[in-house]
């Protein structure tokens, strides 16, 4: 009866470790989304707007990693270089941390800048490497129709960074560069779990994007769960029974 007893409780404390574990792992995420352009093109990538506005395509350039992405044009003319937009389709659901990274410098001149967005809909987060005299990485939200402020951290942005903006699953933004927390849990938004496209956008010819890479965590279904849980509880029990007879 005592064994009974020992394995049952064996069973339920590893249920509740298969059921903890999802957020014990939570710091680990998994590579969603990337490109680096190294072999020379945005294959996957068209030149697109969501809303519709003109959208032409950025040079591939020679960079220190192999190639970039760069703008077009300079100066704030009308030509085509102020509508450098490149879109893809994504699939990504049940997203709950995750984080927004590029590689990116952008110019001293004005207009420059360089920008990751994820969208979900309409909706988006967009995150800028702002040359010209805002030097500063940036970030907004677009959702429900309506901009967040613009988050702004000072920054030498003419020269190349690594950039990540990092969300919890409770909407809380931070900012990392070059691989250092620089500011953490400075905004809070709603929180989108589902992403359809990642948009990029270069501002003219002194703007470059290396790569781009979204990583996160996933909720796993609960139903899944649970089951994987009380069936590692059973085999454990039948594990136990079997060495008993022995
Ligand atoms: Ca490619
Ligand atoms: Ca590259």
Redesign the pocket.
């Known amino acids: 009866m005592k064994r009974q007893v020992l394995t049952i409780w064996l069973s339920v404390i590893l249920v509740a470790l298969v059921l903890l574990y999802p957020s014990t792992a939570s710091a680990d995420m998994s590579v969603l989304f990337f490109?680096d352009?190294d072999?020379g093109?945005?294959?996957g990538w068209t030149a697109n707007h969501w809303n519709g506005n003109p959208a032409t395509a950025p040079d591939v350039a020679t960079s220190p990693e192999g190639y970039s992405l760069r703008g077009t044009g300079s100066g704030y003319s009308q030509d085509p270089g102020l509508n450098v937009w490149l879109a893809q389709d994504i699939s990504l659901s049940n997203v709950v941390e995750f984080q927004i990274e590029m590689r990116a410098k952008s110019g001293p001149q004005w207009p420059n800048c360089a920008w990751v967005m994820l969208l979900s809909g309409t909706d988006y987060y967009a995150c800028g490497d702002y040359g010209e005299s805002s030097q500063s990485a940036c970030f907004f939200s677009f959702i429900g129709g309506n901009d967040s402020p613009w988050s702004k951290y000072s920054i030498n942005a003419n020269v190349w960074h690594d950039f990540a903006w990092a969300r919890d699953g409770d909407g809380w933004w931070s900012l990392g560069i070059d691989g250092q927390d620089v500011w953490h849990n400075f905004a809070q938004y709603d929180v989108l779990s589902s992403f359809d496209q990642i948009a990029i956008h270069i501002l003219r010819n002194q703007s470059e994007i290396e790569w781009v890479r979204i990583s996160g965590t996933t909720v796993p279904v609960p139903g899944a769960v649970v089951l994987a849980g009380l069936g590692l509880g059973t085999s454990l029990v039948s594990l136990l029974r079997r060495r008993m007879t022995l």
């Open positions: 490109d352009f072999d093109d945005y294959a």
